[in-house]
């Protein structure tokens, strides 16, 4: 299914290094193609919509972000992927069945701070640390 | 509620959530973070209370220098703020995971005997610290204004006391945290360390009494603060006293599994 639902960007496989290799199973594992290969994607998490202005002061949202995509061979098309998602890649493409390609996940993350109302009116101001996706990658 | 950005993918599913899921949605976002429910503060006019209006200054800095070293907080508050927040505080926040200001919660003043009629109280509510969060550095803030008319070339002697026992039939014992020498004409804000006193609170909440004030003139004549220059309840809401405490993690929390 992999295959069939990339048959609209099998047009593009027509560089030199592509058309040489061939088999069909090789051509499953070349997502490289910008679309589906994991990076980062915007996402924003707004208080705002929440309706929770009344007691987050600030800020109105965060940038939350997400990683999405597919690691596949070959890896090096990946800058963040690990050097054991390589491996992980190459055991995958021996029993596709039982071992799962390596994962799409943040490499980076950031912290944000959160500056809010507790039950009582006092103000909390706390630091959150691993909330914002700054960059993905294969794992 | 969670809005996707500017890039819509073909293949992602767009769709409005249901109440029961948005519900959900909100629940997991208050659990990210850490908190059990929503909070519903009583803000009647408390939104331009000195206390928010430190802490968004805390905020304001933390958000233009992310990250950044102690030096560039110094700059900062150097040159822009030197109102609110201080030098103190811009090393605290560097330090700390979570700042929590507190309103004074006494709202009428009581009935003292003679001898401190003109001693006032201050209250503070600690009781909702999250849990694992240690107390690294306390302050309580109190504003002076400049005094002009009475006691204008006058020195006071502000003392501030922790509560240590209420009496029902005398006097309640005061300890002396600290004592500052102050100009009729000095203006700003005061602070006071009372760091133990708070770590001391959040482990016996039942000796939270709370913290007293008196002022002497240079000749030992106890006086009203007011008279003194020093903010009080019927003050502008913008210079009302409150409390300040920065937090440490003390303890690495994992979030359990619903």
């Not at chain 1, 639902?5 to 027509?14: D, G």
């Not at chain 1, 994607?41 to 705002?48: Q, W």
């Not at chain 2, 009781?127 to 006058?154: D, H, L, M």
Request: aromatic share 10%; net charge neutral.
């Amino acid at each position: 299914s992999v295959g069939r639902r990339r048959q609209p960007n099998r047009n593009r496989s027509n560089s030199p290094q592509e058309a040489s290799k061939g088999s069909t199973h090789t051509a499953d594992y070349n997502s490289s193609d910008q679309k589906t290969a994991c990076r980062k994607h915007e996402l924003y998490v707004s208080f705002r919509e929440l309706g929770w202005q009344d007691w987050i002061i600030a800020p109105e949202g965060y940038a939350a972000n997400y990683c999405d995509g597919e690691c596949s061979f070959p890896l090096n098309a990946h800058m963040n992927a690990t050097n054991h998602a390589i491996v992980q890649t190459l055991v995958h493409l021996m029993n596709p069945e039982n071992v799962p390609k390596p994962c799409c996940a943040p490499t980076k993350l950031h912290a944000i701070s959160v500056l809010y109302y507790d039950d009582n009116s006092n103000v909390i101001l706390k630091k959150y640390k691993n909330m914002v996706v700054r960059a993905c990658g294969c794992h | 509620s969670v809005l996707d950005g500017s890039e819509l993918q073909p293949n992602f599913m767009h769709r409005r959530l249901r109440t029961q899921e948005k519900r959900e949605m909100q629940k997991e976002i208050l659990s990210i973070l850490g908190l059990n429910h929503r909070p519903r503060p009583h803000l009647n006019s408390g939104k331009y209370n000195s206390a928010p209006l430190f802490m968004l200054d805390l905020y304001n800095s933390m958000s233009t220098e992310e990250k950044s070293d102690v030096d560039q907080y110094r700059s900062l508050f150097t040159t822009t703020r030197p109102a609110l927040a201080s030098l103190h505080d811009a090393e605290f926040l560097h330090d700390s995971d979570m700042v929590m200001s507190f309103v004074n919660s006494v709202e009428n003043d009581r009935e003292l005997s003679p001898q401190r009629r003109h001693h006032k109280e201050f209250k503070f509510n600690l009781s909702q610290i999250p849990e694992g969060e240690a107390i690294t550095a306390a302050e309580f803030r109190i504003y002076k204004e400049c005094v002009t008319r009475t006691f204008r070339n006058e020195t006071f002697l502000l003392s501030v006391f922790q509560v240590v026992w209420e009496h029902p039939d005398r006097d309640a014992d005061l300890f002396l945290l600290d004592t500052r020498r102050l100009w009729a004409a000095e203006e700003g804000w005061l602070e006071f360390d009372i760091t133990a006193t708070s770590n001391f609170w959040v482990m016996s909440p039942h000796h939270n009494l709370g913290l007293q004030i008196s002022v002497e003139t240079s000749s030992g004549w106890n006086i009203n603060p007011k008279e003194a220059g020093l903010v009080g309840r019927d003050g502008a809401l913008e210079k009302q006293p409150f409390m300040v405490a920065f937090f440490k993690v003390s303890e690495v929390r994992t979030r359990t599994a619903r």
